[in-house]
């Protein structure tokens, strides 16, 4: 299987909205260039969708490493998950416009043998932005491709030197009530936490990303700074960190709390285990018109089915 990581340089940390985008004619030239190079062509279903890829993202359109098209920076940033803003998927966007993201710090703390604060331009001093092309599924059961800018979350972790105790990691979302109007509702146990057995978090799969299409991450896709764990549903990969806790219990996570039938610790993407109010054995790419079946682990079997061995799966749901 094809590494999906590349290297890009991140641009300034300041966040600038992309809004100036390929026209149609620049897209038709790109695509005319590409066309025997790159196993995605016109015939691709959603090539039209394409039109609107960022300025500056070059010729060759972005595929992860199954020749998947990476999904628009438009829909990408304009059909979110955040409870925090909201629970309308369009409405995130508009209302987590403006959200305050400096100063920000990330307490690495818990069971390590150096505990530390990160400013986030340590963090981004410290461990060079990368770029990985994930596929990311919803429990909802819809998909998108986004291309990632970050780093390893194993690099922060050897930092810390985790104890020989800790077994797990904890992981909490910022509790801002007054610029994050979702954070009063009563139905949910904030600050938004999540959480990781060790192994899963010193994968090389799981990222800490603070960038999306080369550019840096906006508030609705969780900045200055989250993580993305591509081969687990996408409510474990937590938006805007301030804390890493390193523990010997398994954490308590939100969605677990809220409905402990529904949303299970290990949330791997298992198209055999269905949600008890719906399948998941299809998902829908959004941007395409016909389902697709879902992958086991969302394609990334073969790097971390290993992790799982002698579990039962429906079981450790
Ligand atoms: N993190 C926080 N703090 N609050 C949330 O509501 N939603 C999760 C996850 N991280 C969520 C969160 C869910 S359900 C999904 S599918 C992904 O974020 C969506 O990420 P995206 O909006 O960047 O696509």
Partial sequence: MNNPFKSVPIRSYEITPKDVYFSRRDFIKAAGVV????????CTPNAAELTD???????????????????????????????????NKEAVAPLSKGFTTTPWTVEVSGMVAKPRTFGIEDLLSLFPQEERIYRLRCVEAWSMVIPWNGFTLASLLKLVEPTSDAKYVRFETVYRPEEMKGQGSPFYPWPYQEGLRLDEAMHDLTILSTGIYG????????????????WKYGFKSIKSIVKIE??????DTLWAAVAPSEYGFYANVNPQVNHPRWSQASERRIGELSRRETLM??????????LYDGMDLSLHY
Avoid: W
């Fill in 53 to 87: 890829a960022p300025e500056g993202v070059p010729g060759v359109l972005k595929t992860d490493e199954l020749g998947d098209p990476a999904n628009s920076l438009k829909d990408i940033t304009n059909y979110n998950n955040y409870y925090e803003f909201s629970a």
């Fill in 215 to 230: 550019e840096t991450i906006l508030p609705q896709n969780g900045a200055p700074i989250r993580l993305v764990v591509p």
């Fill in 35 to 42: 066309a025997g190079s790159v196993a995605l062509a016109a």
């Fill in 297 to 306: 682990f969302n394609g990334y079997g073969e790097q971390v089915a290993s």
């Fill in 246 to 251: 390193l523990t010997d219990k398994m954490p």
